[in-house]
C-alpha cells in the first residue's frame, strides 16, 4: 500500500519549513495552496506568490509548446497575460520558469530518499517539495530560493546521478496540472505543504554538487551512446595503470565516506584513462561497478552514510555522467599523468625488490649473472611451487579446489638470455622435496606426452602406475608450442588448460594400455616459455580459450642492469614442505605421493592453504557476476585473479612460509602483475606493429602490380578499342563476350585486355558466368547503371 504523503521524509521537512524563521526562506517566493483551483485560478496564485507562469499545451511538458521559442522572454506573473493564455484554452497546463522566479528546484528520480547518500538526503528535506507520485513516495521536485545576486545553470554535479538541477531557464510542471504519466506511472502533482520557499544557501550539500559541477558539463550519454563509448574504447596499451581503479575507490572512501563520491571518481579517471588508449573502458565499467556493489556489504560505513543500497540507476546514471565528461577531455592531458604514473610504478617496482631478503636475493643474483631480474623471479617462482605436494590445494572459491600449477612466458628477441635464465633459476632455488627427490625437467610434446610423464602402463601388472609427481616442461621457443598446439586436433593446448586448473588429465584411446588417466590434484605441473614477441601471435589467439591469461609475461631485459655485477648471494632454500601425520599409505611422503597419481583424490585428504578474506570476497564478486549473466561481466578476468593468487603463493612459499597467503603476498603479486599485463601489452603492441608493416608492404605491392597492370594495357592500340566498346555500350545497355566479339571484328584480339582497362579505370562493371557450354564467360555494362 502506497504510504501517504505525510509521513515521507519530504513531507517531514516541508512541515518542518512552516515553524523556520524567515531569514531561512525567499520572503518573496512562496507556494500558494492551489488544492481544489482550476488551472486558470492556479497559475493566477502561483504569479501572485512570486512564480513566472508559462502555459504548455495540454499533455505536454514542453514549455515552448504554447509560446513558441522565445517563452523565456515571455513567461509572465502579469494577472492580465495569464488570464488572457487562460482564456484561450483553459486545459493550458502551468509551468513555473524557475531561474526567472528566483529559485532552483532538484527534480529527484529516486522513489526513497533512504536511497541517497546522507548529505544529500538530508540536504534535500530542507527544501520545498511537490511530489511527481501523488505523494505515494519521495519521486519530485525539491524547490530551493537563490540568493540576490546568485544563479545556478543546470548542471547537477554530483546530483545527477539521482536526477537533474532546473536553473535558469529551466522549468517544472506544477499542480493542479494533469501528469502526462499519470495512467502508466501513476504520475500526478501535489504540494503536501504550501509555504515559503527555503533558501539553497540553507543547504550547503546541495551547494557543493552545484559547486562541483564542471563548467561545461556535457549531458549523460544515452544507453546507445554509452554502449557505442565502451564498444569503441577497447585499447590496451597501459595496462598496469588499471590496477589504480580500484585503489582510487578505496581512497576515495576511506577519505570522504561516501561510496558515491568513490564510485564517481574511479569512473572519471577510468574513462578518461580508457579513451587515451590505457585499458578497455567496458573493463572500467566492470570493476567499478563490482566494488561499489560490494561497498554496500559493509555494515559499518551503511550505518555511517545511512543507507544500506544504491539507489536505482545510480550506477548506470554514473558511468554515463562520467562517459560524457571524459569526452571533453583532451587525451594527451590524460596521458601526462599517465606518464607520471609510470614513475609511481618504478616506486612500487623498487619497493618490491626491497621488501624481503629472497626478493633482492633474486636481483642480485640475476644482476651477478647479467640476466634479467624479473625473469629470473618467474623462473625462480614456478621452481619454488615444485615443493608444494599436489594434495595442498587453494579454496574452493570456483566450482572446486584450486591447483598451483603454473606457467611462465619469458618474453625477448633471440639471444635475450630466456634458456640461461632457467639454468640460473636452478642455481639460485635449491629446493629440498621428499626423499631427495627433483624436479623432472621435459620438453614439451603433445597433449598426451605431457599425461605420459607422470604415469604409464605397467604390462606385467596390467595397471597404470605413477612415474613422478612433479614436472617443469620447458620450451624455448613459443612458437614449437604453437605449432603443436596450433596442429588440426591437437590435445596440447586443452590440456594445458586443464592442467592449470589441477583438473585430471588424459584421453580415451581404443588401446587400453594408451588411455592413461592422470587424477585431479594428484601431480605439480609447472612450465617456462621463451616467447620471441613477433612469434606469440599463435598463444595470443588463444585468448577465447583463456591460455595466454593463464601465464605470466616476464620481460627479459634490465635497463636498469648495473655497469658492476655484484657478488652472488648465497641460494634461496625452499623447503621441505611439512609433512601431515596422516594422508599417504607409503613410508615414504615421494614414493606415496607417485603411487597414488593415478588414484582418484578424496577431497578430505587435501590440505587447504588459507587466503585472506578479501581475497576471497574479490574472486567470489567477480565470479557471481558471470553466473549472474552480467553482460559487463568477463568471464576471463576470472583467470587473472587466480594467477595473481598462484604469484602469491610462490612469494609465500619462497619467504619460507608453508601455511596462509598473506595480504602482504597479495599485494606484491598485484606488483608482480602489474609488469605481467605491461609486458604482455608490450607483445601484442609489437604485433600489430608488425602486421601493420606487412600489410603496408602488400598493399604496396599489390599497388604497383595494378598500375603495372594498367599502363601495359594502355599500350598497342587499346586507347582505341576502350573507344569502341564504350560508343556501342552507351548505345545498347550492355554486351556479352560473343556479341562484342563479333562486334570488334578486327580488333577482337584485343577485346579481353580493353575490357580488363575498362574496369579498372572504373567504366564499366564485369560480371563473370558460365555459359550454357559450361565455358567461362562474360558482360559488361556501364558502371553505376542499374
Given at each position: 500500500m502506497p504510504r501517504k504523503h505525510t509521513n515521507t521524509p519530504a513531507s517531514q521537512a516541508n512541515s518542518a519549513l512552516t515553524e523556520s524563521s524567515a531569514a531561512e526562506t525567499n520572503p518573496s517566493l512562496y507556494i500558494p495552496n492551489v488544492n481544489g483551483l482550476t488551472l486558470a485560478e492556479a497559475a493566477l496564485a502561483y504569479a501572485s506568490a512570486g512564480w513566472f507562469?508559462?502555459?504548455?499545451?495540454?499533455?505536454?511538458?514542453?514549455?515552448?509548446?504554447?509560446?513558441?521559442?522565445?517563452?523565456?522572454?515571455?513567461?509572465?506573473?502579469?494577472?492580465?497575460?495569464?488570464?488572457?493564455?487562460?482564456?484561450?484554452?483553459?486545459?493550458?497546463?502551468?509551468?513555473?520558469?524557475?531561474?526567472?522566479?528566483?529559485?532552483?528546484?532538484?527534480?529527484?528520480?529516486?522513489?526513497?530518499?533512504?536511497?541517497?547518500?546522507?548529505?544529500?538526503?538530508?540536504?534535500?528535506?530542507?527544501?520545498?517539495?511537490?511530489?511527481?507520485?501523488?505523494?505515494?513516495?519521495d519521486r519530485g521536485h525539491y524547490v530551493f530560493g537563490v540568493p540576490v545576486g546568485e544563479a545556478y545553470g543546470n548542471s547537477a554535479g554530483a546530483f545527477r546521478m539521482f536526477g537533474e538541477v532546473r536553473g535558469k531557464n529551466g522549468v517544472i510542471i506544477a499542480a493542479p496540472t494533469p501528469h502526462v504519466d499519470a495512467d502508466t506511472k501513476g504520475g500526478g502533482y501535489l504540494w503536501p505543504e504550501p509555504g515559503p520557499v527555503p533558501l539553497v544557501s540553507e543547504a550547503p550539500q546541495l551547494l557543493e554538487c552545484l559547486r562541483a559541477a564542471p563548467e561545461h558539463e556535457a549531458p549523460l550519454l544515452a544507453p546507445d551512446e554509452m554502449k557505442a563509448f565502451l564498444d569503441t574504447y577497447t585499447r590496451s596499451e597501459r595496462m598496469p595503470a588499471f590496477t589504480g581503479l580500484i585503489k582510487t575507490f578505496e581512497r576515495e572512501l576511506k577519505e570522504n565516506g561516501s561510496r558515491h563520491e568513490a564510485m564517481i571518481n574511479a569512473l572519471a579517471m577510468g574513462f578518461r584513462e580508457a579513451i587515451a588508449g590505457a585499458y578497455p573502458a567496458d573493463d572500467v565499467y566492470t570493476t567499478v561497478q563490482r566494488v561499489f556493489k560490494k561497498s554496500f556489504e559493509d555494515k559499518e560505513l551503511s550505518a555511517r552514510e545511512g543507507r544500506t543500497r544504491p539507489s536505482r540507476d545510480e550506477f548506470v546514471r554514473g558511468a554515463q555522467w562520467a562517459a560524457a565528461q571524459a569526452l571533453l577531455v583532451d587525451p594527451e592531458e590524460t596521458l601526462v599523468r599517465l606518464n607520471r604514473d609510470e614513475i609511481a610504478l618504478e616506486e612500487?617496482?623498487?619497493?618490491?625488490?626491497?621488501?624481503?631478503?629472497?626478493?633482492?636475493?633474486?636481483?642480485?643474483?640475476?644482476?651477478?649473472?647479467?640476466?634479467?631480474?624479473?625473469?629470473?623471479?618467474?623462473?625462480?617462482?614456478?621452481?619454488?611451487?615444485?615443493?608444494?605436494?599436489?594434495?595442498?590445494?587453494?579454496?574452493?572459491?570456483?566450482?572446486?579446489?584450486?591447483?598451483?600449477?603454473?606457467?611462465?612466458?619469458?618474453?625477448?628477441?633471440?639471444?635475450?638470455?630466456?634458456?640461461?635464465?632457467?639454468?640460473?633459476?636452478?642455481?639460485?632455488?635449491?629446493?629440498?622435496?621428499?626423499?631427495?627427490?627433483?624436479?623432472?625437467?621435459?620438453?614439451?610434446?603433445?597433449?598426451?606426452?605431457?599425461?605420459?610423464?607422470?604415469?604409464?602402463?605397467?604390462?606385467?601388472?596390467?595397471?597404470?602406475?605413477?612415474?613422478?609427481?612433479?614436472?617443469?616442461?620447458?620450451?624455448?621457443?613459443?612458437?614449437?608450442?604453437?605449432?603443436?598446439?596450433?596442429?588440426?586436433?591437437?590435445?596440447?593446448?586443452?590440456?594445458?588448460?586443464?592442467?592449470?586448473?589441477?583438473?585430471?588429465?588424459?584421453?580415451?584411446?581404443?588401446?587400453?594400455?594408451?588411455?592413461?588417466?592422470?587424477?585431479?590434484?594428484?601431480?605439480?605441473?609447472?612450465?617456462?616459455?621463451?616467447?620471441?614477441?613477433?612469434?606469440?601471435?599463435?598463444?595470443?589467439?588463444?585468448?577465447?580459450?583463456?591460455?595466454?591469461?593463464?601465464?605470466?609475461?616476464?620481460?627479459?631485459?634490465?635497463?636498469?642492469?648495473?655497469?658492476?655485477?655484484?657478488?652472488?648471494?648465497?641460494?634461496?632454500?625452499?623447503?621441505?614442505?611439512?609433512?601431515?601425520?596422516?594422508?599417504?599409505?607409503?613410508?615414504?611422503?615421494?614414493?606415496?605421493?607417485?603411487?597414488?597419481?593415478?588414484?582418484?583424490?578424496?577431497?578430505?585428504?587435501?590440505?587447504?592453504?588459507?587466503?585472506?578474506?578479501?581475497?576471497?570476497?574479490?574472486?567470489?564478486?567477480?565470479?557471481?557476476?558471470?553466473?549472474?549473466?552480467?553482460?559487463?561481466?568477463?568471464?576471463?578476468?576470472?583467470?587473472?585473479?587466480?594467477?595473481?593468487?598462484?604469484?602469491?603463493?610462490?612469494?609465500?612459499?619462497?619467504?619460507g612460509r608453508y601455511d596462509k597467503v598473506g595480504d602482504d603476498d597479495w599485494e606484491l603479486a598485484g606488483v608482480v602483475m602489474e609488469i605481467s599485463n605491461r609486458t604482455r601489452c608490450e607483445v601484442e603492441k609489437v604485433i600489430a606493429s608488425e602486421a601493420e608493416k606487412s600489410n603496408q608492404v602488400r598493399g604496396e605491392a599489390e599497388g604497383r602490380r595494378e598500375l603495372a597492370k594498367v599502363e601495359v594495357l594502355q599500350k598497342d592500340g587499346l586507347a582505341r578499342v576502350c573507344d569502341r566498346i564504350m560508343k556501342r555500350l552507351k548505345e545498347v545497355g550492355e554486351m556479352e563476350r560473343g556479341k562484342c566479339k563479333s562486334f570488334l571484328s578486327r580488333d577482337k584480339g584485343l577485346m579481353d585486355d580493353a575490357v580488363e582497362l575498362l574496369v579498372a579505370r572504373g567504366e564499366v562493371e564485369l560480371e563473370r558466368y558460365a555459359a550454357r557450354n559450361s565455358a567461362p564467360t562474360w558482360r559488361i555494362t556501364l558502371a553505376g547503371k542499374e
Open positions: 507562469v508559462v502555459p504548455v499545451r495540454p499533455g505536454t511538458k514542453n514549455p515552448g509548446s504554447v509560446l513558441g521559442a522565445e517563452w523565456p522572454e515571455k513567461s509572465s506573473r502579469d494577472a492580465e497575460q495569464i488570464e488572457q493564455w487562460w482564456y484561450e484554452n483553459q486545459e493550458h497546463g502551468i509551468a513555473l520558469h524557475v531561474g526567472k522566479s528566483g529559485a532552483i528546484v532538484f527534480d529527484l528520480d529516486v522513489e526513497a530518499l533512504n536511497d541517497l547518500p546522507r548529505e544529500m538526503r538530508e540536504g534535500l528535506c530542507k527544501g520545498r517539495f511537490q511530489s511527481t507520485r501523488k505523494g505515494a513516495n612500487r617496482v623498487e619497493a618490491f625488490w626491497t621488501a624481503r631478503p629472497e626478493l633482492a636475493a633474486v636481483r642480485q643474483f640475476a644482476q651477478a649473472r647479467m640476466i634479467a631480474p624479473w625473469a629470473l623471479f618467474g623462473s625462480a617462482m614456478v621452481r619454488a611451487l615444485a615443493v608444494i605436494p599436489p594434495r595442498v590445494v587453494l579454496p574452493p572459491l570456483v566450482g572446486s579446489h584450486g591447483s598451483v600449477n603454473s606457467y611462465v612466458a619469458l618474453v625477448g628477441p633471440s639471444g635475450a638470455g630466456k634458456s640461461v635464465t632457467r639454468a640460473a633459476a636452478r642455481d639460485l632455488v635449491q629446493l629440498k622435496l621428499p626423499g631427495d627427490g627433483q624436479v623432472h625437467v621435459r620438453n614439451v610434446g603433445s597433449g598426451e606426452g605431457l599425461v605420459d610423464q607422470f604415469a604409464a602402463y605397467d604390462a606385467k601388472a596390467k595397471e597404470f602406475v605413477g612415474l613422478r609427481t612433479r614436472v617443469m616442461f620447458t620450451v624455448d621457443e613459443v612458437e614449437s608450442l604453437t605449432a603443436q598446439g596450433g596442429r588440426s586436433g591437437s590435445t596440447l593446448f586443452p590440456t594445458l588448460r586443464s592442467a592449470w586448473t589441477g583438473d585430471s588429465l588424459g584421453f580415451a584411446n581404443r588401446d587400453k594400455t594408451k588411455a592413461v588417466l592422470i587424477e585431479a590434484h594428484r601431480y605439480r605441473l609447472t612450465m617456462i616459455v621463451g616467447a620471441q614477441p613477433t612469434k606469440a601471435q599463435p598463444l595470443l589467439d588463444d585468448a577465447d580459450g583463456g591460455t595466454p591469461q593463464r601465464f605470466l609475461w616476464m620481460p627479459t631485459i634490465d635497463p636498469e642492469a648495473p655497469d658492476v655485477e655484484p657478488a652472488e648471494p648465497e641460494p634461496i632454500v625452499v623447503g621441505p614442505w611439512p609433512q601431515p601425520k596422516t594422508g599417504l599409505s607409503a613410508v615414504r611422503a615421494d614414493t606415496g605421493e607417485i603411487a597414488l597419481v593415478t588414484v582418484p583424490a578424496d577431497p578430505k585428504s587435501f590440505i587447504v592453504l588459507a587466503i585472506p578474506e578479501s581475497v576471497r570476497d574479490e574472486v567470489i564478486t567477480q565470479r557471481r557476476m558471470v553466473v549472474r549473466g552480467n553482460p559487463n561481466a568477463n568471464p576471463l578476468d576470472g583467470h587473472a585473479l587466480m594467477t595473481r593468487l598462484k604469484v602469491a603463493v610462490g612469494l609465500m612459499v619462497m619467504n
